[in-house]
């Protein structure tokens, strides 16, 4: 039988563009309630690799379970992996090749990832990397409500290129064990209920939400980006997932 500690170790991965430092705001106040938490910089978006351009979601998965190891996270104490935007790719390998080790997801305005899928298919082979593009070219469902022209202007400064071999590889999927791991979705840009409706539709980026066999929602109306406009709600919402049991 699975044991857990009281304060399970809570793993954070941003999404696109993004590494730990964007945690920073969220860490506080998990630390500031005694949670074991780490944020993670995922290969590819660390500035200063020079290799990053050429790093893969196999690579990214592998970073995922190598911090899991020096954290001592086993199928005995298991961790919560809390998933924000595009780190969806990535955590749904980890979700795949090792359910053991995650007693609950966390999706952050995000969602489990279907077998097969690409998140930018029509991306030439030539393109090496992706930057953060201008922020009014943002969709609806990537809403900047909440940010500061400050905030703004730090995303843009510290936004890292995503890797083209990252955004163009499919996801191989296919232990669906995945499917039984607890799931959390905050959902920030779009409500949960317009969220479950377009999953029981079979909308190609819900339609595995349908799949989950233990799934829970917290609304956290806010935009895209919830550690920087609501990092202590958030904060809270995570340790509200992290504490329920399973």
């Not at 199928?75 to 998933?83: L, M, W």
């Not at 053991?100 to 097969?116: C, F, I, M, N, Y």
Request: charged share 20%.
């Amino acid at each position: 039988m699975t044991t857990t500690t009281s304060s399970p170790t809570i793993v954070l991965i941003a999404g696109h563009w993004l590494g730990a430092w964007a945690w920073d705001d969220v860490l506080d106040h998990l630390n500031a309630g005694h949670s074991r938490a780490s944020a993670l910089t995922l290969p590819g978006l660390d500035g200063d690799d020079p290799e990053r351009a050429t790093k893969t979601l196999d690579d990214q998965a592998a970073a995922i379970l190598d911090l899991f190891a020096r954290l001592g996270v086993s199928a005995d104490q298991p961790a919560i992996i809390v998933a924000h935007s595009g780190a969806n790719f990535p955590v749904s390998l980890v979700l795949d090749r090792h359910p053991e080790l995650v007693r609950r997801v966390v999706w952050v305005d995000s969602g489990p990832v279907a077998p097969g899928s690409i998140f930018a298919p029509d991306l030439p082979e030539g393109v090496k990397e992706l930057p953060l593009p201008p922020f009014d070219a943002f969709p609806p469902q990537a809403s900047l409500e909440g940010l500061s022209a400050e905030v703004l202007e730090r995303f843009r400064a510290r936004a890292v290129p995503e890797p083209g071999p990252v955004l163009r590889q499919p996801l191989e999927l296919t232990n669906d064990a995945r499917r039984t791991v607890p799931t959390t979705l905050v959902c920030c840009s779009m409500p949960s209920e317009q969220v479950l409706e377009l999953a029981r539709a079979g909308h190609p980026m819900f339609a595995e939400v349908a799949n989950l066999e233990d799934l829970d929602v917290i609304d956290l109306p806010t935009g895209h980006w919830p550690m920087w406009s609501r990092a202590g709600d958030l904060a809270q919402a995570i340790q509200s997932a992290a504490s329920r049991t399973d």
